[in-house]
Structures are given as C-alpha cells and as structure tokens.
C-alpha cells in the first residue's frame, strides 16, 4: 500500500527558510511524478511544484517560482522542496503528491487530479 508521509513543517519567520521532505513507501518511486500541493483555510488546493520521474524537469506556481526548489532521490525515495524567502502568504497546509507516470521520464504534472497519492499534509506557518 502506497504511503507518503511529510516532515519539516513548522513556524517560520517571514524572510525565513523551511525544508519539507517526503518519504515514500509501497510504490516504484521511480515510476512516479512527484508534487506539492498546498491548502490554507478558505481557499482551494494550489499547485506549488512537480519533478519529472527523472529529477532534470521542474514545474512551480507562479506564487513560489524563484523561491522554492523541488529535488528528488531516486535512491532514497524521497522528495523535498526548500522553501526560502517564506512570507505570510505560504502559510498553509503542504501535501505531498505522487503521480503514477509510465512512458516518459520527463514530464511534470500540475493538475491535482492527476495524482493518484497523497500523504497526510504538514503546516507550515509563516508569522510576520
């Protein structure tokens, strides 16, 4: 059974850095794209950031492009994405995404629907 679980949540000053990690188990990981996804109160699921099955494609939101990085270990199975200049408007809960990819190693992926995994969410407050 396919588990994803995130860490590294937490309260974080604005201007500050967090490091989130996503572990995975119960999958090929390297048969899967994998995202970040994020949701505050009162607002819908936003996209945040994908990786290619082969860690060389990146997609973010245009809300965290030239803030934060998404990176995969493919030894490891596990995903981070470093969030860097936090400000008030990333406070929200981060979920951790897997999306079954058979056929291309290059592709990212966007669409919440188009995830088949998701891991139990980690917050991340950002105070100002």
């Known amino acids: 059974q396919a588990q994803l679980v995130e860490s590294g949540g937490g309260l974080v000053q604005a201007g500050g850095s967090l490091r989130l990690s996503c572990a995975t188990s119960?999958?090929?990981?390297?048969?899967?794209?994998m995202g970040w996804f994020r949701q505050a109160p009162g607002r819908e699921r936003e996209f945040v950031a994908s990786?290619?099955?082969?860690?060389?494609?990146?997609d973010y939101g245009d809300s965290v492009k030239g803030r934060f990085t998404i990176s995969r270990d493919n030894a490891r199975n596990t995903v981070l994405l470093q969030m860097n200049s936090l400000n008030s408007e990333d406070t929200a809960v981060y979920y951790c995404s897997a999306a079954r990819t058979l056929g291309s190693i290059w592709v990212t992926r966007s669409r919440y629907y188009e995830y088949d995994y998701w891991g139990q969410g980690t917050q991340v407050t950002v105070s100002s």
């Open positions: 990786i290619s099955r082969s860690g060389k494609n990146t």
């Open positions: 119960g999958v090929t990981f390297r048969d899967y794209v």
